[in-house]
């Protein structure tokens, strides 16, 4: 048993919010966000929180595919901002998009999400047990920010994406490589809560901000000592080369990590997908909204026998590659 991709989709809040006007709300600068980062837009949300997102996205993937909600077997949802630590996010969306009472689970890696999603949703799928299965990652990231720390807030977005999973007999995975290392979860954390009962009051001694704090430098060496060793195991574990890969599609963090891994595989920028520049870090979601926005731009197809490498890096630290062949 296998699964195919039948459709993707995105939904993003419609306030898509410049750099010029960022630094209307703090002190930064078009200039300073664009030459480190290759951003220049985010959007942001203004009463919608992440299921809301997710239940939009999850609606244009069903249209698009013309597949009832009723026949969906499972929801998974990549987040790091969830509305509520219970009900997950996934259980919001089976009922904002009318589907039967099935499986629904959220999945916490940050930015690797939606790669870790996609690895056990094409598991669930290979079971045979479901017809179709939907794989989202959806963020509100702007809630999750300090916004007073502009070395952090200018570089998120908020937005969804995700897939629908059909059963067929073909794999979707040709190669997989996902890993977490605890021991460097200080480099990206967010939403800190500290234990508070009778036997211990919280008594102010814990981190009390619950922001989140990234080691931007940190995480930007980290990953690009090891995303390109993930990306060499993925496509070398497919009995592949680099080059053979029609399209990378990495987590969209920063323009510059782009460069250095392209060049750290000798491979041109121009197999790296880039749309950082129109929505910031969109952390989970920024993988399945690159491919919506390629797909709807043509620049790939489903069916197509296109072999894709997907691969997301961040806070746990996380990081996980999938190939696959569209
Ligand atoms: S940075 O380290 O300050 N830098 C690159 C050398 C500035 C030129 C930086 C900046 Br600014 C923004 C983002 C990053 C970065 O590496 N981010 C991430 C990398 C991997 C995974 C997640 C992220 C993230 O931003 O969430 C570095």
């Known amino acids: 048993m296998g699964a195919k991709i039948i459709a993707a989709g995105k ?56 597949v009832a909600p009723e026949k969906l077997g499972f929801i998974i949802v990549a987040t790091m901002t969830p509305d509520y630590h219970s009900p997950s996010v996934a259980a919001l969306v089976q009922h904002g998009v009318g589907a039967g009472p099935v499986m629904a689970f959220d999945i916490s890696a940050a930015c690797s ?32 920010v300090d916004w007073e720390d502009r070395s952090t807030a200018v570089l998120f977005g908020d937005g969804a994406g995700g897939v629908l999973l059909q059963k067929t007999d ?18 990206l954390t967010s939403g800190f809560t500290q234990v508070d009962n009778p036997l211990k009051p919280a008594d102010g001694s814990d981190p009390a901000n619950q922001a989140l704090t990234m080691d931007g430098r940190g995480i930007f060496n980290f990953v690009s000592r090891t995303v390109p060793n993930s990306l060499r195991a993925t496509v070398e574990g497919a009995g592949m080369q680099l080059e053979e890969v029609d399209h990378y599609l990495l987590h969209q963090a920063n323009q510059r990590l782009l460069k250095v891994v392209a060049k750290k595989l ?61």
Not at 178 to 187: K, M, N
Not at 282 to 300: F, G, H
Not at 305 to 315: A, D, E, L, P
Request: net charge negative; hydrophobic share 40%; with cysteine.
């Open 170 to 187: 073909t794999s979707l995975s040709l190669a997989e490589d996902l890993h977490a290392d605890g021991g460097q979860s200080d480099a």
């Open 266 to 326: 000798s491979l041109p920028i121009s197999k790296f997908a880039t749309n950082i520049r129109y929505y910031g870090n969109t952390s989970a979601a920024s993988i399945p909204i690159l491919l919506a926005d390629m797909l709807e731009a043509k620049e790939l197809e489903l069916g197509s026998g296109k072999k894709i490498v997907i691969s997301g890096f961040g806070g746990g630290l996380t990081w996980g590659s999938m190939l696959i062949q569209l």
């Open 113 to 144: 999400g939606f790669v870790y999603a996609l690895s056990v949703g094409e598991k669930l799928m290979d079971s045979g047990q479901y017809e179709y299965g939907l794989v989202l990652g959806g963020e509100t990231m702007s809630k999750a």
């Open 11 to 66: 939904y993003v809040p419609d306030q898509s919010i410049s750099n010029d006007q960022l630094a209307e709300w703090m002190d930064t600068s078009d200039e300073w966000i664009r030459s480190r980062t290759g951003i220049e837009y985010r959007n942001i949300s203004t009463d919608e929180n992440t299921s809301d997102l997710c239940i939009q996205a999850a609606l244009s993937i069903l249209n698009k595919a013309a």
